[in-house]
């Protein structure tokens, strides 16, 4: 069992959380426990586990660790952030309405509106950082309040508190995919939210090697339901990926401080560009979420977008021109990306849909990771002065 940290700073938490030395070696990292199944001493008498979708040493130390850096007491790892989306919604049942947010990482609105709206459930997507429209937004059958924040591709602030007030008002459960900001920057089950979700793919492993997702809940019941959802779907992480994932998440602390370092130097040079006519950032004081933001993060993250005249050609041959910023989707890990929402992140998303949400078919998004700063800022520019 792995000692309580509730006392301790975030970095501490975060190299120790969710485990102890191996008992038997005294390994300082939890090893990747690869098997299938476990030996039993009597039937239906299991030691811990008795087979590894249900549970497995390994994911147990990723579980914990992940709760420790949200401040809660359980966790729950699944195959990939999308696995733990799909979890939460199981919570739900045909005929139950949900509010999310219009401004969503596409594959989310995808699973919402591909998939499970014709299972039964009904979505209403509007801007989350306008209180006024989702209580608007609310139905009797409303039981989820979905909500990303900073919001993917346009890094929309909202304000959790507030929200958190509006669901329990509504007795909907308040979900917040934490994935942008990490725990190291927000805490959202500390201002109300009932569930916490992370594609761990993302900050949280940190290194552009491995798929996972989690959830963090502060109560009991929900785990229990959501760990019966784990084991009867099966959309579990294997060991070494859980291996990977807690390896990467010990640095979380301090990558993030580099992350942000280097976001707002981006945010401030792109700000000041003459070819970039709007930049998403709430890191800047001319950002409308910039105050909220203040108020319930530590920092703003690495995520930056900025809009390009021209429509979709202007951003498609930036992404062409960068040496140091890598084109690829995803988002988090050590190494600089470019993106074109329109063009793949969000390709999913009907045109319309993107455009009445404010996502501009000029938009470029970045994932700005750890590169030394000087060698980030020549690379945009040389890039823009291209295009």
């Known amino acids: 069992m792995a000692q309580d940290l509730s006392g301790y700073g ?11 030395p191996e008992p038997v070696t005294g390994a300082i990292m939890t090893p990747v426990f690869q098997t299938s199944t476990y030996v039993q001493p009597r039937p239906a008498e299991a030691k811990l586990h008795e087979y590894s979708r249900t549970g497995n040493p390994t994911r147990d130390a990723l579980e914990a660790a992940v709760a420790t850096l949200e401040g809660a007491p359980h966790g729950l790892a699944f195959a990939s952030g999308m696995a733990a989306i799909d979890a939460v919604l199981r919570l739900l049942s045909a005929g139950d309405h949900v509010v999310a947010g219009d401004d969503l990482y596409g594959g989310t609105y995808r699973l919402f509106t591909k998939v499970l709206q014709r299972c039964g459930l009904s979505f209403s997507f509007v801007d989350t950082s306008n209180l006024a429209a989702v209580e608007a937004a609310l139905r009797p059958e409303t039981r989820l309040l979905w ?5 993917n591709p346009l890094l929309k602030i909202s304000d959790l ?12 459960l308040f979900a917040v995919d934490n994935t942008f900001a990490t725990p190291a920057l927000q805490q959202p089950l500390s201002l109300g939210a009932d569930l916490v979700v992370h594609s761990t793919t993302k900050y949280v492993g940190g ?6 997702g989690a959830v963090v809940t502060r109560d ?7 760990a019966f959802i784990q084991n009867a779907a ?13 390896r990467g998440l010990k640095t979380l602390h301090l990558r993030m401080e580099r992350h942000c370092d280097n976001a707002e130097a981006v945010a401030a040079f792109l700000a000041e560009h003459p070819k970039v006519t709007r930049v998403h950032y709430p890191g800047l004081p001319s950002h409308p979420g910039h105050e909220v933001a203040r108020r319930q993060m530590r920092r703003c993250g690495g995520m930056v977008s900025f809009e390009l005249e021209g429509g979709i050609q202007p951003g498609y041959d930036l992404c062409l021109r960068t040496r140091i910023f890598r084109l690829a989707e995803s988002l988090g890990g050590v190494e600089s990306l470019v993106e074109q929402p329109a063009t793949m992140t969000h390709a999913s998303v009907e045109p319309e849909v993107r455009r009445a949400a404010g996502l501009a078919d000029g938009l470029v998004r970045l994932s700005v990771g750890v590169e030394d700063r000087e060698d980030l800022l020549a690379d ?4 823009l002065d291209a295009v």
């Open 10 to 20: 975030f970095g501490t938490r975060a190299v120790h959380g969710g485990t102890e």
């Open 147 to 151: 909500v990303e924040t900073p919001t």
């Open 161 to 172: 508190s507030a929200l958190a007030a509006i669901a329990r008002r509504a007795g909907a």
């Open 207 to 212: 290194h552009s090697d491995v798929v996972g």
């Open 220 to 226: 009991p019941e929900l785990r229990e339901r959501l």
């Open 234 to 246: 099966g959309a579990v992480p294997g060991p070494w990926d859980c291996f990977l994932t807690l």
């Open 380 to 383: 945009l520019e040389q890039a």
